[in-house]
T-cell receptor
Framework: QKEVEQDPGPLSVPEGAIVSLNCTYS??????FMWYRQYSRKGPELLMY????GNKEDGRFTAQVDKSSKYISLFIRDSQPSDSATYLC??????????FGQGTRLTINP | SAVISQKPSRDICQRGTSLTIQCQVD?????MFWYRQQPGQSLTLIAT?????????ESGFVIDKFPISRPNLTFSTLTVSNMSPEDSSIYLC????????FGPGTRLTVL
């Protein structure tokens, strides 16, 4: 079993839809949770960074962490074609290395 | 967050040759890392570049194949040595203070 599981998709939704991206993990010691967005032929870009359980909102994006269920989510409201990208979850324990999910390829159709 | 640049952005190389990739950060960072990403795949950590000392390699990666230098807090190089077609991949430099951020990547094709 992988430490971090992420459905690779692909996921295709119409413009304006609410998108839900999810990851599950097995290591209860993970403390820091991140979402990266990667456009084709570009490096990953940090989108959201959260510590411990709860919600964090930034514009149209909401990151949610449920440590009791070992489950994190990224919600995108009012999705736009420019949101089309691969979304990678990542997490770590303290100063340990980042552990990445497989990435979900998302397409927003105009 | 800091901005990372990498050189070259892409290259096509012959089998048996070596390529050195440069990574420059526009401000000092505590940690620097090198990753490999196959098309459509997630990121695999190659090593942590330590300033002034030998890099720390992950399982499956060795110094003879991927020598790394980090002479200061803003610069690092990764060399891919004695290349084979299996080394064709995207190589990403990453820096970290609190948050971890990435360079644009170097797309390497080995013929």
């Amino acid at each position: 079993q992988k430490e971090v599981e992420q459905d690779p998709g692909p996921l295709s939704v119409p413009e304006g839809a609410i998108v839900s991206l999810n990851c599950t993990y097995s290591n209860s010691a993970f403390q820091y949770f991140m979402w990266y967005r990667q456009y084709s032929r570009k490096g990953p870009e940090l989108l959201m960074y959260t510590y411990s359980s709860g919600n964090k909102e930034d514009g149209r994006f909401t990151a949610q962490v449920d440590k009791s269920s070992k489950y994190i989510s990224l919600f995108i409201r009012d999705s736009q074609p420019s949101d089309s990208a691969t979304y990678l979850c990542a997490m770590k324990q303290g100063a340990q290395k980042l552990v990445f999910g497989q990435g979900t390829r998302l397409t927003i159709n105009p | 967050s800091a901005v990372i640049s990498q050189k070259p952005s892409r290259d096509i190389c012959q089998r048996g040759t070596s390529l050195t990739i440069q990574c420059q950060v526009d401000s000092q960072v505590t940690m620097m890392f090198w990753y490999r990403q196959q098309p459509g795949q997630s990121l695999t950590l190659i090593a942590t570049a330590n300033q002034g000392s030998e890099a720390t390699y992950e399982s499956g990666f060795v110094i003879d194949k991927f020598p790394i230098s980090r002479p200061n807090l803003t610069f690092s190089t990764l060399t891919v040595s004695n290349m084979s077609p299996e080394d064709s991949s995207i190589y990403l430099c990453s820096g970290q203070n609190n948050e971890q951020f990435f360079g644009p990547g170097t797309r390497l094709t080995v013929l």
